[in-house]
């Protein structure tokens, strides 16, 4: 059982920075794929970052390559995602995720359990 935790979320202008974790609870954090999610207004979730349980493999949506980066601290159990160059159409619910197994996916049927969100609004 995992129970996660989001945080970082806020106002930022277009071409700004933000730095979201998601802390999770559990003793077996390192043996779980973890993901970032958004939901826009009045659209679908949908994938944004994946990383594998031991951070070697990463995994991104092509709008948010070269600007996002994911990464994990096992010790911590905390996973981040470091946004940079936003842009308004980044904004939206971002959600991490968590999943037993090997790859960086992006299917969210695939992933168990979910946090509860933290809000990510750029002004342009």
């Known amino acids: 059982q995992v129970q996660l935790v989001e945080s970082g979320g806020g106002l930022v202008q277009a071409g700004g920075s933000l730095r979201l974790s998601c802390a999770a609870s559990?003793?077996?954090?390192?043996?779980?794929?973890m993901g970032w999610f958004r939901q826009a207004p009045g659209k679908e979730r949908e994938f944004v970052a994946a990383?594998?349980?031991?951070?070697?493999?990463?995994y991104y949506r092509d709008s948010v390559k070269g600007r996002f980066t994911i990464s994990r601290d096992n010790a911590k159990k905390t996973v981040y995602l470091q946004m940079s160059s936003l842009k308004p159409e980044d904004t939206a619910v971002y959600y991490c995720a968590a999943r037993l197994g090997s790859y960086a996916i992006s299917t969210q049927s695939e992933y168990s359990y979910w946090g509860q969100g933290t809000q990510v609004t750029v002004s342009s």
């Open positions: 559990g003793r077996t954090f390192s043996s779980y794929v």
């Open positions: 990383i594998t349980s031991h951070g070697g493999t990463t």
